[in-house]
């Protein structure tokens, strides 16, 4: 049996192109229109906060799927792109979200091949069951860069 879960936000419009959001977790921060659409900068926009929905999602999902895998995780560290279309009549549409994962996970030699597998499985459950990346239209890319360090390193610097 399927169950649902609520989340909410409250805006508010503050004048100009500003705005205050209140989100149902407890953050507050005040948002603003990218400066390209006659906003601020230095601000969230509503165009980073898509961004950061589907990288933080599928940040976390791979979290938990690096334990269930059993990787011995050491960093992960993730930039995330989205490229919008705008079209003639103004419409606009986010048509993919690049992530561009950088991890490092420690393996023993003997057991790299296999730590790359389970690895990849991580990967890809990570954006299988992300709430976010199964709610969008765009293409989601992934384009992890992956670091196997020996135990003994035990390392976080990507060198």
């Keep these: 049996m399927s169950r649902t879960a609520t989340y909410s936000t ?28 006659h906003g601020h900068a230095g601000v969230l926009t509503p165009e980073d906060a ?26 992960f560290e993730c930039f995330g792109e989205g490229t919008k279309q705008i079209e003639l009549d103004r419409t606009e549409l986010f048509t993919q979200v690049v992530l561009s994962p950088r991890i490092v996970v420690c393996s023993d030699e003997s057991e790299k091949d296999g730590t790359l597998k389970r690895l990849q499985r991580a990967l ?31 390392t976080k610097a990507f060198e």
């Design 10 to 37: 409250t805006v508010k419009w503050k004048g100009e192109h500003w705005g205050h959001i209140r989100m149902g977790n407890g953050p507050e921060m005040d948002f603003s229109a990218p400066p390209d659409a």
């Design 124 to 154: 890809d459950s990570s954006v299988k069951y992300s709430l976010v990346a199964n709610s969008i239209k765009s293409k989601l890319i992934l384009r992890p860069e992956i670091k196997i360090v020996p135990r003994a390193t035990n």
């Design 50 to 75: 898509f961004v950061a929905a589907v990288n933080t999602c599928v940040m976390m999902m791979f979290i938990w799927s690096a334990e269930r895998f059993r990787l011995d995780l050491v960093s």
